[in-house]
């Protein structure tokens, strides 16, 4: 059974509206910048322009019927009964959604996507780690630029371009701070230039098929204080306990507790400022994730992230980031990376 049959069978209505670029490119595995999918009981219609028309004819001509029209034309794809869309489209997309389908019953089916989503198959999986093994190769061909004087901007641009010329696209924009930046958690990229003693913080993650990763390492550079090494292996130990203590069956909460009770152990729960980590796949966040209050279940096969982080405001921070697959006991660690303090 394809994917688009699987989801018609557990959406409960009779017909799908589709329009969620991140929802489109998983069900047809097919990225434009104009595309709607329509699916009945018996048909699957991707809907695009005449820029993408002979392409998607090509690719998805087994899958789909490829048809050259507006959405908001396409009430003869549609059967009789209700229709099932995606509750986070813009209040405009919905008010167009209205008039396409009159007096039809009208159903959120956002929750069904995501069931689906958040299961991972064997060709997503290899996907993510195609994506991942070239942040790694982009992350070891930074360390090798690394230099005094060095920006944030150079860094970050050099490993996107690395990211790029293998093939891949950025999965986000990269965060590369130094210094004092490396205490706000999402610091923005700037002119700042590497200096002596500086911790250097590369959140950076690169995007295969579609499929996002995504990876946090600090590293030192020249003379770095007893304090600042104490803080990355007190980090380091957080990640190391959340790993061993993972697997399908738990609450996402209870993952980031085994985090966060470490750091209030030490006396340093005030520092942790984020969750411990977030779901990945097509969309850099989504599904389920390692935060305090989230009550889903981690499930086989999803792929979240665990990164543990401490930020001292004023003076730096330390944040490592390894993403990993769901087991029934364990987690498949994704991440290669060596993350033994490296001191440049």
Do not use: W
Not at 68 to 87: K, R, T
Not at 103 to 110: A, E, G, L, Q, V
Not at 289 to 316: A, C, H, S
Request: proline letters at 1%; a negative charge; aromatic letters at 8%.
């Amino acid at each position: 059974m394809n994917i688009c049959s699987k989801l018609y069978d557990i959406a409960g209505v009779d017909n799908l509206i589709i329009t969620l670029p991140s929802n489109t490119l998983y069900l047809s595995g097919y990225s434009s910048t104009n595309c709607q999918i329509i699916i009945t009981k018996n048909k699957s219609y991707f809907l695009t322009d005449m820029r993408y028309f002979l392409e998607a004819t090509q690719k998805l001509g087994d899958k789909f019927e490829v048809v050259c029209q507006n959405l908001n034309s396409s009430q003869n794809l549609l059967d009789e009964g209700s229709v099932g869309f995606e509750s986070e489209i813009s209040y405009s997309q919905f008010v167009d959604l209205q008039k396409l389908v009159g007096d039809r019953k009208i159903m959120d089916i956002s929750d069904k996507i995501s069931s689906l989503r958040d299961i991972k198959s064997e060709e997503e999986i290899e996907s993510i780690k195609k994506a991942q093994s070239i942040t790694e190769l982009a992350y070891s061909e930074a360390l090798k630029i690394i230099k005094l004087g060095i920006s944030e901007i150079e860094l970050s641009a050099y490993i996107e371009y690395i990211m790029q010329k293998n093939g891949c696209e950025i999965a986000f924009d990269s965060i590369v701070a130094f210094g004092e930046h490396t205490a706000s958690p999402h610091a923005h990229r700037s002119e700042r230039t590497l200096k002596d003693g500086d911790f250097i913080t590369m959140d950076i993650g690169a995007k295969y098929n579609g499929y996002c990763s995504d990876m946090t390492r600090t590293v030192g550079y020249g003379q770095i204080s007893t304090y600042q090494a104490d803080i990355y292996d007190k980090v380091l130990s957080a990640q190391t306990l959340a790993l061993s203590g993972l697997k399908a069956g738990m609450q996402g909460k209870d993952g980031d507790k085994i985090a966060r009770d470490y750091f209030a152990k030490c006396g340093l729960d005030q520092y942790f400022s984020h969750s411990l980590g977030h779901g990945v796949g097509i969309d850099i966040h989504e599904g389920v994730g390692l935060t305090p209050k989230e009550e889903r279940i981690l499930q086989e096969n999803m792929i979240v992230t665990v990164e543990p982080g401490l930020y001292i405001d004023g003076k730096f921070g330390v944040r490592i980031e390894d993403m990993v697959q769901i087991k029934e006991s364990s987690v498949n660690n994704l991440t290669n990376a060596d993350k033994k303090l490296i001191i440049l």
